[in-house]
């Protein structure tokens, strides 16, 4: 049974800076898109990026040239990097296959930015 586990959010104040990762188990990585949503307070799940396996990424226009998502598949691992935080990037963060599956949602983190 494959499972995702989302790992190092955490409270920063604007402008600041914070690395997800989302470590893959139970299936083959590799050949998946892997994806990274949110969810803030109120407000329905969308998409923030994804990640073929060759490694060429797509952005939601509202993150676009603040976080980059990348992947290490020998870690069945992927990574968001998120900079210049915004309070509207205030949510919790999830990744999933591309599109997503609902068996694979895991328990998310949780960022909060500060103005």
């Known amino acids: 049974q494959a499972q995702l586990v989302e790992s190092g959010g955490g409270r920063v104040q604007a402008g600041g800076s914070l690395r997800l990762s989302c470590a893959a188990s139970g299936d083959i990585f590799s050949i998946y898109v892997m994806g990274w949503y949110r969810q803030a307070p109120g407000k329905q799940r969308e998409l923030v990026a994804f990640?073929?396996?060759?490694?060429?990424?797509n952005y939601a226009d509202g993150v676009k040239g603040r976080f980059t998502i990348s992947r290490d598949n020998g870690k069945s691992t992927v990574y968001l990097q998120m900079n210049s935080l915004k309070p509207e990037d205030t949510a919790v963060y999830y990744c999933?296959?591309?599109?997503?599956?609902?068996?694979?949602w895991g328990q998310g983190t949780q960022v909060t930015v500060s103005s």
């Open positions: 999933n296959r591309y599109p997503a599956r609902g068996g694979l």
């Open positions: 990640i073929v396996p060759s490694g060429i990424a």
